[in-house]
């Protein structure tokens, strides 16, 4: 380890100075951002892209550096909100020279853009090797190559022949934002050893004259380092199939005519057949820890942030009929694909889903799984390999494997109780017919089943164990792998959806309407069918759950699957009052949300009763009318579109709240019930500033108020004041019982932006008062104490 410290040292040197030269046998590396308005989602690294080792990194501003002369470098700047820095939020920019030439430059990607340079040629699909078809030695593990085909139709890849390592074979159809690791993720083509020729690789490819592919040869692991990879590509030639739709052998990859057959023909393929092999999701079942990520949680794969508790396994689809499952290209399929943004590939909808059940049949949440790709990868029953993730489908004969190590393909098991569960992998469950309209002719064997005991030790960490006692998965109406399940009501087969709130069998948005209407006036209590989240509550974020299923239900059907809803602990909202005319009788509320958009939010107000209230955001962002009763104390607002409250990194105002009457000498913002993000999850919420104290005459205003924060609320160990001065001034601070007794006093020098800090050591669970004079101002705050 020292002597890799003492090398990485005498290659890099940093230089503070932006206009120094480099020493002989170096070359500089200068960084430069402009940051756009929330500079502190933006961070960037500089590696050593052959070793991996960091060279440099930083957040919103940029640096000079020296390397080594021969380094290949990889620079990636990241965007934590997933916006890029230009052009929603300010006209941030970035780019990076190499001894004085532009090597990236931009500003406009979501959560990250990389660039590779002065690597050799073939390092990366950025600066790759430029073949036709022909035989190549691959001189480095993971070499690059771009294909432009002269000729439509089937062509082969292959390391098969003199190699003695471990060989892989991968097949991209772009390279800008590619997401890719060393598995099939992202691929459009993919073999590990399933193409037949041992521990080698074959791909047989169906490709587009009209595109440019880039194909990647490597080994499995570093088993082919310091090794040259042989491989060939050769093309077979155009796919021969019947090209008549109306016929029941059509191939719809053909490009040139082949003989077709009609119904009738007792020479018809009969249909495809979906199975799942039990064996593999049973044998290749595995614990794994992972760190819980936007894009994870977003696509559902994960119920939670944080660090969390997976089972991994492989799952092996085949097709075991004698007709093709032709599925297509997922731009030509809108209805059945979702694009992701995060991970950059297009999701299947309806193929792969994963299932917990506990031993009454009853489903436990644990992620959802989306197939992302659908592609030949294996043909060990004798069919030939067609289709990849460009023009999906899986030939009779074949098989697509989804391994264990890929992204999603685990349940969560972080918040499963102890038990015993049976895990079914399903395929193809809603029995629906392929593109071309071919129906399964078994749909039995479009389950696998694997019972699992789930256990905890003394600190709550579950473990997992097969059990081999596992009952056949029969559904509520008795039929073995039946789709029937109970409603909401415990009625088997039932109508009654979750949210249904009108019960007309449909989620609209007059039933998120109605969660309102029904919080405001306190006519609703939680049952399974109305509690979406199952928290025990109705509030504000049921309704938004019920609003995205009907918004962005379909087709990604998980949105509707209840219940459902998370916390996000990486987004605070606070709620502060700035502003108080009691001449006109109207409080002002403000909001500050740096890390997120806002969809909804709910809070309550004390010391009036509530008039009216007006909404204060852009109505060009946000056109809502927030809800309320008048003569109440609660506030909602919620866009039933789906719009959403900007970021903001600084307060900007929220709504108006007119009042009819002052009902204490404190108008305070007594509670947040729930605000939501731009994802339909939970925010942290925080009130600041959240009282202002006035006499019954009215006199109190501007002039007799101050602008300050008190957090955190309830607190523990600490309590923090901000109060805006605008000079140096004498704080007189009091701390008070419930009984009116002074517990802690102090007399602090404090002036505008400096944070007061107040012990709280001595302090027992429950509520105090905290008050504080300054400026010629007394102030009242309740603040909670919670050890």
């Given at each position: 380890?020292k ?12 230089i503070l ?22 500079p502190q989602?933006?961070s960037w ?6 070793t991996?080792a ?9 640096t000079t550096?020296c390397?080594g ?5 990889r620079?990636?700047i990241?965007?934590s ?8 939020y300010?006209n941030?920019s970035?780019s990076?020279?190499?001894d ?11 959560n990250?853009e990389?660039t590779y340079?002065?690597c050799?040629?073939?390092f ?5 090797y ?5 035989t190549f ?5 993971n070499?690059?190559y771009a294909?432009k085909p002269?000729?439509?139709?089937a ?7 003199s190699n003695?390592c471990d060989?892989?074979i991968w097949v991209?159809?772009?390279?800008g ?7 099939n993720m ?12 041992g521990?080698q690789a074959?791909v047989?490819a ?10 990647r040869i490597?080994g ?7 090794t040259?990879i042989n491989w ?10 019947c090209?008549?739709?109306n016929?029941?052998?059509?191939n719809?990859?053909?490009t040139v ?6 119904p009738?023909d ?9 199975m799942?092999?039990?064996a593999?999701v049973?044998?290749?079942l595995?614990q794994d820890?992972i760190?819980?990520e936007n894009c994870?949680?977003?696509?559902g794969c994960l119920?939670?942030?944080g660090?969390?508790d997976?089972l991994?396994?492989t799952t092996h689809?085949?097709?075991?009929g004698?007709?093709?499952?032709y599925i297509g290209?997922?731009?030509?399929n809108s209805?059945q694909?979702?694009y ?10 309806g ?5 917990l059940?506990?031993?009454?049949g009853i489903?436990v949440?644990i992620g959802?799984?989306?197939g992302?790709c659908v592609?030949?990868l294996e043909?060990?029953?004798g069919g030939?390999?067609q289709?990849?993730?460009g023009n ?8 697509d494997i ?5 992204p999603?393909?685990?349940i ?9 569960y ?7 469950w809603d029995?629906s017919p392929d593109a071309?309209g071919?129906?399964e ?20 960490i579950?473990?997992f164990s ?9 559904d ?7 789709n029937?399940?109970l409603?909401c009501?415990g009625v088997?087969g ?6 249904d ?7 609209t948005?007059?039933?998120?309407q ?6 405001l006036?306190q ?9 979406l ?6 509030t504000?974020?049921d309704?938004?759950?019920v609003?995205?299923?009907v918004?962005?239900g379909?087709?990604n059907?998980?949105?509707c699957?209840?219940?459902?809803g998370?916390?996000?602990p990486n987004?605070?909202v ?8 009691t001449?006109?009788?109207?409080i002002d ?5 740096p890390?997120?958009k806002?969809?909804?939010y709910?809070f309550s107000m ?5 008039l009216s209230?007006?909404?204060m955001v852009p109505a060009t962002d946000y056109?809502i009318?927030?809800?309320?009763i008048?003569?109440?104390?609660e ?9 959403l409250i900007d970021?903001y ?10 009042y ?7 108008i305070?913002?007594?509670k947040?019930?729930?605000i939501?993000n ?6 942290i919420?925080?009130i600041?500033g959240s ?8 006199i109190d205003n501007?002039e ?13 160990d ?5 109060i805006?001065l ?6 007189n601070?009091?701390i008070l019982d419930?009984?009116?007794?002074v517990?802690?006093?102090s007399?602090?020098?404090t002036?505008a932006?400096n944070i ?7 302090l027992?669970?429950g509520?105090y008062s905290?008050?504080?004079n300054?400026g010629?101002?007394s102030v009242?705050?309740k603040?909670?104490v919670s050890?």
């Amino acid at each position: 380890m020292k002597q890799f410290l003492l090398s990485l040292t005498a290659i890099i040197i940093l230089i503070l100075n932006s206009n120094a030269q480099c020493p002989a046998g170096f070359k500089e590396v200068i960084v430069n951002i402009v940051p756009d308005n929330y500079p502190q989602e933006t961070s960037w690294t500089l590696n050593d892209a052959q070793t991996n080792a960091q060279i440099a990194s930083g957040g919103s501003t940029g640096t000079t550096i020296c390397v080594g002369q021969n380094i290949c470098l990889r620079f990636t700047i990241n965007d934590s909100y997933g916006d890029g820095i230009c052009c929603g939020y300010g006209n941030g920019s970035y780019s990076v020279t190499l001894d004085g030439v532009l090597i990236a430059a931009g500003g406009s990607f979501t959560n990250y853009e990389t660039t590779y340079f002065n690597c050799p040629q073939g390092f990366a699909c950025s600066n790759p090797y430029n073949i036709n078809t022909g035989t190549f030695a691959a001189m480095q593990n993971n070499t690059w190559y771009a294909f432009k085909p002269d000729s439509i139709g089937a062509y082969s890849i292959s390391t098969c022949g003199s190699n003695t390592c471990d060989t892989k074979i991968w097949v991209y159809e772009q390279c800008g934002g590619l997401t890719y690791d060393n598995s099939n993720m992202g691929t459009l083509f993919y073999d590990d050893n399933s193409g037949g020729c041992g521990l080698q690789a074959v791909v047989t490819a169906y490709l587009d004259s009209a595109k440019t592919y880039f194909i990647r040869i490597g080994g499995n692991g570093s088993s082919c380092t310091g090794t040259a990879i042989n491989w060939e590509l050769s093309y077979i030639g155009p796919i021969q199939g019947c090209m008549d739709a109306n016929s029941c052998n059509y191939n719809p990859l053909a490009t040139v005519p082949g003989p077709c057959l009609y119904p009738g023909d007792p020479n018809c393929p009969m249909a495809p057949d979906l199975m799942i092999v039990q064996a593999t999701v049973a044998s290749s079942l595995y614990q794994d820890q992972i760190n819980a990520e936007n894009c994870y949680v977003n696509e559902g794969c994960l119920t939670g942030f944080g660090m969390r508790d997976i089972l991994r396994f492989t799952t092996h689809i085949k097709n075991i009929g004698d007709q093709d499952y032709y599925i297509g290209s997922p731009n030509g399929n809108s209805g059945q694909f979702t694009y992701d943004n995060c991970h950059g590939h297009w999701h299947y909808v309806g193929y792969a889903e994963y299932l917990l059940y506990d031993m009454q049949g009853i489903g436990v949440p644990i992620g959802y799984k989306n197939g992302f790709c659908v592609l030949d990868l294996e043909c060990s029953d004798g069919g030939t390999a067609q289709y990849g993730c460009g023009n999906m489908g899986i030939s009779h004969g074949c098989g697509d494997i989804y391994s264990s190590g890929l992204p999603c393909q685990w349940i969560d098991i972080t918040d499963v109780d102890t038990g015993k569960y049976m895990l079914v992998v399903r395929v193809n469950w809603d029995q629906s017919p392929d593109a071309l309209g071919r129906v399964e002719s078994n749909f039995e064997n479009n389950w696998a089943q694997v019972c699992i005991r789930i256990t905890r030790n003394a600190q709550g960490i579950p473990s997992f164990s097969l059990d081999t006692d596992c009952p056949t998965y029969v559904d509520c109406m008795g039929v073995t792998y039946g789709n029937t399940v109970l409603d909401c009501e415990g009625v088997c087969g039932g109508s009654a959806l979750r949210g249904d709130l009108n019960a007309d069998t449909a989620r609209t948005t007059t039933d998120a309407q109605l969660y309102v209407n029904k919080i405001l006036n306190q006519t609703i209590s939680p049952t399974t069918c109305k509690d979406l989240n199952a928290d025990g509550a109705i509030t504000v974020f049921d309704a938004a759950l019920v609003n995205n299923c009907v918004l962005n239900g379909a087709p990604n059907n998980d949105l509707c699957n209840f219940p459902r809803g998370i916390l996000n602990p990486n987004d605070t909202v606070q709620l502060s009052i700035f502003n108080v005319n009691t001449a006109q009788q109207y409080i002002d509320i403000q909001i500050k949300n740096p890390t997120t958009k806002v969809n909804a939010y709910q809070f309550s107000m004390s010391g009036i009763k509530i008039l009216s209230v007006q909404n204060m955001v852009p109505a060009t962002d946000y056109p809502i009318n927030p809800e309320f009763i008048v003569g109440g104390n609660e506030i909602i607002g919620i866009s039933y579109q789906g719009l959403l409250i900007d970021k903001y990194n600084n307060p900007a105002p929220l709504c108006r709240v007119f009042y009819s009457e002052l009902t204490d000498t404190m108008i305070c913002i007594s509670k947040i019930t729930d605000i939501v993000n731009q994802n339909y999850e939970r925010t942290i919420h925080q009130i600041t500033g959240s009282c202002f104290q006035h006499t019954f005459a009215g006199i109190d205003n501007a002039e007799n108020s101050i602008a300050y924060s008190v957090y955190p609320n309830p607190a523990r160990d600490m309590l923090n004041l901000n109060i805006s001065l605008q000079k140096s001034e004498k704080v007189n601070i009091q701390i008070l019982d419930v009984v009116g007794k002074v517990v802690y006093q102090s007399q602090q020098q404090t002036w505008a932006g400096n944070i007061i800090q107040i012990p709280l050591d001595a302090l027992a669970s429950g509520v105090y008062s905290l008050r504080f004079n300054a400026g010629g101002v007394s102030v009242t705050e309740k603040v909670i104490v919670s050890k």
